[in-house]
Structure formats: C-alpha cells, structure tokens
T-cell receptor, first 115, second 112 residues
Framework: GAVVSQHPSWVICKSGTSVKIECRSL??????MFWYRQFPKQSLMLMAT?????????EQGVEKDKFLINHASLTLSTLTVTSAHPEDSSFYIC???????????FGPGTRLTVT | QKEVEQNSGPLSVPEGAIASLNCTYS??????FFWYRQYSGKSPELIMS????GDKEDGRFTAQLNKASQYVSLLIRDSQPSDSATYLC????????????FGKGTMLLVSP
C-alpha cells in the first residue's frame, strides 16, 4: 500500500511559538492531502484539505490564520500551528488518497504538546 | 448533514469469538465504504474497503454492505487480543478524491 510519512512524530513547544509539521507521500504523488486533529478518546476531526498549487480548504471553525497549510509539491504538505497555545495540544494526522481514489492512507501522526 | 453512526462500545468478546461491528450512514448517495483500525496513540490503518452490496472477505475480516438499509458492518472471525482497538467506519459520497466522513468509532476489547 501507499506510504505516508510525517515529521516530527512528537514535538513539545512553548506557548506562543510556532510549529511546522510535514506530511510526505513517499511512493506516490498526491495533489490532495488531508489534515486531521484528534483529541484523547475522541474521533478524527478533519481540519482542512490541502491542494497542491492552490489554497487549502478549511473546515468550519478552523482558523486558517492559525493553522497555515502549504502544499508545496506533489509529495509534500506542511501544517504550521502559529502562536500555539496549550489547547492546541493534540494528535495531528495527515492522509493522502490513493491513486484510484476513495481510500485514504494515513501518516503515523504528530503528537503536539504545548506548554 | 452527512453522518456516520457507530456504537461507541466497548464491545467485549472472548478470544476466538466473532466480533460484529456496525455502522449506518445518512447519505443515500454514498458510494465507497471503509473500515479503519486505530490502536491507542496510533493513526488509523485501512483494513477493508467495500463498494458494492454484499460481502467482501479478506482473511479473518468480512465487510458487509447493504445500501438499501444504509448499513455497513465488519465481522472479525477468530478474534484475537491483538484485535483490541477502535474501529472507524468511513464513507465518501463519490468516487475519487472526496472527503471521507468518519464515524466516532467502536472500541473492541478481546479478552484472552
């Protein structure tokens, strides 16, 4: 199956700083990638759809100025959490759809802790 | 509002039993259906996809789809303790790069 990587796997940052998370499709190209957030014992929440060469599409309630998404190439999307606060502490997961469409392949996730 | 409903569980079964996980969806136009397994602290892993009515078997897993009833299920035969995880049902309404709508997941506990 398709492989999606994320970096870093975990990060601790101080309140007010920014953190960048990378999502890469390793063996296939992805014009679209998805970013999810998951709080403990809760389900996945779609934050935004990242589109190569164009602006990301954000879900209702997600601040686009706080969660900056850049889909710089067909294999890389980045999520930058700006001015992080403790309430941003969560598990951030990216995914990319398969070449045939339909199923999504998930990266291993990034656990963010803001102190 | 497109919804995917799952019983949150936990569903507890003894080792060797059949675990049955259920999911209903609200959008009658949905076309693709997926089951993901998520271990605690890990990201979801795709275990089954199904696109047409009927059963689809893969090893110990069988996915069942009934579009008329808007119902999809996952059966796990010979359940093992390593199957203990949260199982997420996901649906998209058209083929291609469409957004998936996820259920909240059902926690499965398999006791030795």
């Amino acid at each position: 199956g398709a492989v999606v990587s994320q970096h870093p796997s975990w990060v601790i940052c101080k309140s007010g700083t920014s953190v960048k998370i990378e999502c890469r499709s390793l063996d296939f190209q992805a014009t679209t990638m998805f970013w999810y957030r998951q709080f403990p014992k809760q389900s996945l929440m779609l934050m935004a759809t990242s589109n190569e060469g164009s602006k990301a599409t954000y879900e209702q309630g997600v601040e686009k100025d706080k969660f900056l998404i850049n889909h710089a190439s067909l294999t890389l999307s980045t999520l930058t959490v700006t001015s992080a606060h403790p309430e941003d502490s969560s598990f951030y997961i990216c995914s990319a759809p398969s070449a045939t469409g339909g199923e999504q392949y998930f990266g291993p996730g990034t656990r963010l802790t803001v102190t | 509002q497109k919804e995917v409903e799952q019983n949150s569980g936990p569903l507890s079964v003894p080792e060797g039993a059949i675990a049955s996980l259920n999911c209903t969806y609200s959008d009658r136009g949905s076309q693709s259906f997926f089951w993901y397994r998520q271990y605690s602290g890990k990201s979801p892993e795709l275990i089954m996809s199904i696109y047409s009515n009927g059963d689809k078997e893969d090893g110990r897993f069988t996915a069942q789809l009934n579009k008329a009833s808007q119902y999809v299920s996952l059966l796990i035969r010979d359940s093992q303790p390593s199957d203990s995880a949260t199982y997420l049902c996901a649906v998209n309404i058209k083929a291609g790069y469409s957004t998936l709508t996820f259920g909240k997941g059902t926690m499965l506990l398999v006791s030795p």
